[in-house]
Nanobody
Framework: QVQLVESGGGLVQAGGSLRLSCAVS????????FGWYRQAPGKQRELVAS???????FYADSVKARFTISRDNIKNTVYLQMNSLKPEDTAVYYC?????????????WGQGTMVTVSS
């Protein structure tokens, strides 16, 4: 059973920054696409950023130009640098490996890390 451990969340004022980390309990290999999701209270979980084997990244419009996804295949860790945070970024953030064919998450979800942005 692969484990995903997200960390780095916290309380930050609007305009601030946070760097989230996702430690994966198995080798993530450069061919495996990974993504960061978030779930705000009362809303569905949404994909906000992903990175594929070629290093190509995707960002939801709501976070484009503010968030940056990256990966360290040696440390088996995926990162999400979040800048210019807004109150609407408040959510629990999760990472997961993505299916190369469907882009759906493949592993069981971790506990996530809470990000709270105050206005």
């Amino acid at each position: 059973q692969v484990q995903l451990v997200e960390s780095g969340g916290g309380l930050v004022q609007a305009g601030g920054s946070l760097r989230l980390s996702c430690a994966v309990s198995t080798r993530i290999y450069s061919i495996s696409p990974f993504g960061w999701y978030r779930q705000a209270p009362g809303k569905q979980r949404e994909l906000v950023a992903s990175i594929n084997s070629a290093g190509t990244t995707f960002y939801a419009d709501s976070v484009k130009a503010r968030f940056t996804i990256s990966r360290d295949n040696i440390k088996n860790t995926v990162y999400l640098q979040m800048n210019s945070l807004k109150p609407e970024d408040t959510a629990v953030y999760y990472c997961n490996k993505l299916s190369t064919s469907t882009n759906n998450p493949l592993y069981s979800w971790g506990q996530g890390t809470m990000v709270t942005v105050s206005s």
